[in-house]
């Protein structure tokens, strides 16, 4: 087995992910701007890769601009710690934004197309908390990803919850949302094989609670699916200015989803790599 690509003491990196997603439709590009210390000089599997990283980070699509910073820090490689702070501007273009006074509110493609014409450009913040738990056995990995986040958007007047399309979803204006991803997978050289759990959990506040006429607990907008994961890396060498090119395709049915369980899968093809500039 060839030695490990010995940890820069410093990095400055571009990374960069962009996807195209079917159900629901979508199409962003997904950047960071990273500097990145080591943290201990070890060869130890638990401690050999710890870091701390600042980063600037923009999210772009055709209907929304996301930008702000983000703050990492990996003080073992089991466990990664994230926050990061996002201004969120919604163009009004491609039917978003929607909002709607009632979490029960259909938010179905079809009653979203229908609703175009009501869609209104915005603002507003999101802050995360992003702790993830990872784990290598061989060439067996396990990795849960959870994000806590917060959002804080400006709706119109009477207005409480709005679709967001990454979170698939009605958010609350001002309230959370709960998310994980867990990922098992197989790793053979540039391949990796597996499999996805997803799942969105939002938390309306009472006062959404009492506008829809609902007790406290209301979560039906919750959703879950699980289907396969595939990666394949053209080149496998870090630490390059063009390092890890990969093609990522995720595949998965919905367990519980207001409106899409069934036979149609949700379907993201993906192409990511890192750029080294330091």
């Known amino acids: 087995m060839p030695a490990p690509t ?23 590009t997904q950047n960071r701007l990273v500097f990145q210390r080591r943290l201990a000089h070890s060869e130890s599997r638990l401690l050999r890769d ?7 980070s923009i999210k772009l699509n055709p209907a929304y601009l996301k930008a702000g910073p983000v703050v990492e820090l990996q003080p073992v490689a089991v466990l990664n710690l994230r926050v990061a ?45 992003e702790p993830t738990l990872q784990m290598k056995v061989g060439s067996v990995v396990l990795r849960s990803k959870f994000a806590f986040e917060y959002w804080r958007v400006k709706l119109r007047a009477g ?21 994980n991803d867990t990922d098992l997978l197989y790793l053979s050289g540039p ?47 870090e630490y390059t200015t063009f390092s890890k090119p990969t093609l990522l395709a995720i595949t998965g049915w919905y367990l519980d989803h207001p409106s899409r369980q069934g036979a149609v899968p949700y379907v993201l093809v993906g192409f990511s790599f890192t750029s080294d500039l330091l």
Do not use: C
Not at 99 to 116: I, W
Not at 160 to 179: H, M, R, S
Not at 219 to 224: I, L, R
């Open 6 to 28: 010995p940890i820069p003491d410093h990095r400055l990196y571009l990374a960069s992910l962009s996807i195209v997603r079917y159900n629901p439709l979508g199409l962003e």
């Open 50 to 56: 710890t870091f701390a990283s600042g980063a600037a």
């Open 85 to 129: 702070y996002e201004y969120v501007r919604y163009f009004g273009t491609q039917g978003y934004l929607q909002s709607s006074p009632d979490p029960r509110a259909d938010f179905s493609d079809a009653a979203r197309k229908d609703g175009k014409d009501f869609a209104y450009s915005t603002w507003g913040q999101r802050i995360a908390f």
């Open 159 to 179: 207005a409480t919850t709005f679709y967001d399309a990454t979170l698939d979803t009605l958010v609350p204006g001002n309230g959370w949302v709960v998310t």
């Open 191 to 237: 391949l990796a094989l597996g499999a996805r759990f997803s799942g969105v959990w939002p938390r309306y506040a009472s006062a959404d609670y009492a506008a829809a006429g609902e007790p406290a607990g209301f979560h039906g907008n919750s959703h879950m699916r699980i289907g396969p994961l595939a990666a394949w890396s053209f080149d496998t060498r």
